[in-house]
């Protein structure tokens, strides 16, 4: 039971803090995500009606599975989890966010340590660098801050 209880409290975190960092950095990165000259030409183009209606479709069930999936990767840690303090859990999650999910991801973008490898300089533009990287630290921050407040008070 602690593990469901685990995995959903995590997914129900990620959701969240995945919404409103996104909703935050579309406001400021239009230009990443709409328009045919948008920074990230590659990404499906939001202003584009089927393209937006794909990524509506799948969007939150890729969510669900991604909570899912990290979550279960930590089933071994809960214990010791539950009895670090909310600052350790807050840096723990936010930094675990940050750091394995996204800047050392072994999976290229233009915002990560694989991109800055593998991507064609083209794409290397720094404006959009610098909105995917805003985007991850809220994301990581939010979801640092709700993880740990979930942990201290149902556990």
């Known amino acids: 039971m602690e593990y469901i209880k685990f995995s959903l409290f995590f997914i129900l975190s990620h959701v969240v803090s995945y919404l409103i960092a996104g909703v935050i950095a579309l ?16 990404l499906r183009d939001m202003s584009n009606k089927e393209e937006s209606l794909y990524v509506s479709r799948y969007f939150m069930p890729a969510q669900i ?8 990767v930590l089933y071994p840690f809960i214990d010791n ?3 670090f303090s909310f600052m350790l859990k807050f840096l723990f999650f936010s930094g675990l966010m940050f750091i394995y999910t ?4 072994t999976s290229p973008f233009i915002d990560n340590i694989e991109g800055y490898v ?4 083209e794409y290397l533009k720094k404006k959009a660098i610098l909105k995917f990287q805003l985007e991850m630290i809220l994301y990581s921050i939010l979801f640092g801050l709700i993880i740990s407040f979930f942990i201290n008070f149902l556990f």
């Open 27 to 42: 406001k400021i990165s239009k230009d990443i995500y709409e328009s045919r000259k948008r920074l990230c030409s590659f």
């Open 118 to 121: 593998y991507f064609k300089s």
């Open 102 to 105: 996204h800047i050392a991801s």
């Open 81 to 83: 989890l539950v009895e």
């Open 65 to 72: 599975l991604r909570g899912f999936l990290m979550s279960i």
